[in-house]
């Protein structure tokens, strides 16, 4: 059913894991600017920032759902459910979970950097064509950006704990009695 080590890691990276998506989730949640004019801006006008709220909370509410079955496997070295399904279930949807926690990663930090790169170029020549002073524009934007960073290295973090647990998942399931495959 897999050695004391694996099963004991299984679960500090699935708490580990939670706890990072719960961060990153807040995090980008959080997100937001107002200007002096009162315009506002919230990381819903980004899609990409949705994208990377929206795969931090199913990779947090996956992982919360295997808390329990982790804690129990850990505590008494059964499973709680038998005919090797949540070997099968462990293996396959963290590797689902972990290429989806990957993509939200890549989608955050591609578009925060992109913008980052552009933002202080876009500012000015908005500066040249209006003889406005934007810099809190330039400021608040550029803040907002960092937190969207963060958020998303959060993330990041969580996907390489999802993408260590989808190996150990591998070797506890090898370790398992049976393993015919998914459809036999």
Known sequence: MGSKVVVNSILVFRVL???LLAASVVVIATNNFKLSDGSKTKFIDVIAYRYVAATGAVGFLYTLVQIPFAIYHACTRKRLLR???LPEFDFYGDKVMS???GTGAG???????????????????LEDLTGEDLSEVKSKAGKFLDRAIIATGLLFLGFICMAILSVLSSVSRSGSKSSKGFFG
């Open 17 to 19: 894991a939670l706890l």
């Open 83 to 85: 005919n090797n399904f």
């Open 99 to 101: 290429l989806l926690l």
């Open 107 to 125: 989608a955050g930090f591609a578009v925060s950097f992109e913008f980052k790169r552009n933002l202080s170029d876009l500012i000015q020549t």
